[in-house]
C-alpha cells in the first residue's frame, strides 16, 4: 500500500506530523485545507449535537469529571478556532 500510495494522492513523510488534527495523506483533487474543513465540520456536527452534550454533561458526578470535560472542550474549541 505505501509504495502505490502515490497514485492515489500525496502523503506527507513526516510521521511526527500525523495526528487526528491535521491530514497526512491527501488525496488526488483535494486539498489539506478543504480536509481540515470538513473534518472540522464533521466534528461539529457531531460532538455539539444535543443529545451528545447532554450525554457528556450527564456523566459529570464528581470535581475530577469537571476537569476531564474542561479539558475536552478545550481541546475542541481550540481546534475549531485556531487550527
Do not use: C, H
Amino acid at each position: 500500500l505505501y509504495e502505490t500510495i502515490e497514485t492515489y494522492g500525496k502523503l506527507e513523510d513526516d510521521w511526527s506530523k500525523m495526528n487526528m488534527w491535521y491530514p497526512v495523506f491527501v488525496p488526488n483533487g483535494m486539498s489539506g485545507e478543504e480536509l481540515v474543513f470538513y473534518a472540522k465540520r464533521a466534528f461539529r456536527k457531531f460532538y455539539f449535537r444535543p443529545r451528545i452534550v447532554w450525554a457528556y454533561l450527564k456523566t459529570i458526578r464528581k470535581p475530577g469529571a469537571i476537569a476531564k470535560l474542561a479539558v475536552g472542550v478545550y481541546s475542541m474549541l481550540r481546534y475549531q478556532l485556531l487550527a
